[in-house]
């Protein structure tokens, strides 16, 4: 089990703001702010209209499967973002779908 302390965490919060504030990239969802007030501090990201991946992928909502041919462009796409990351030697530990 992980031992993490509430500052570890707030180092964390704050590295994320910092990382996610220089990454531009058509690819990533771009961080729009932050809120560190309270006991709960929130990053603000771009709204995605169509949902997040999983959302398409799991055809929530009666959304129409994704065809195979923007499947691809996607994992083109997500292979594009991920490559940016790592060209600039960004980590990061939390893909989301």
Known sequence: MVD???QDLRQQF???INIMAKCQHENLVELLGFSSDGAQPCLVYEYMPN???LDRLACLDDTPPIPWNIRCKIVQGTAS???FLHENNHIHRDIKR
Request: aromatic share 0%; hydrophobic share 35%; proline share 0%.
């Open 51 to 53: 949902g997040s991946l």
């Open 81 to 83: 973002g991920i490559n």
């Open 4 to 6: 993490v302390s509430v």
């Open 14 to 16: 704050e590295q994320e």
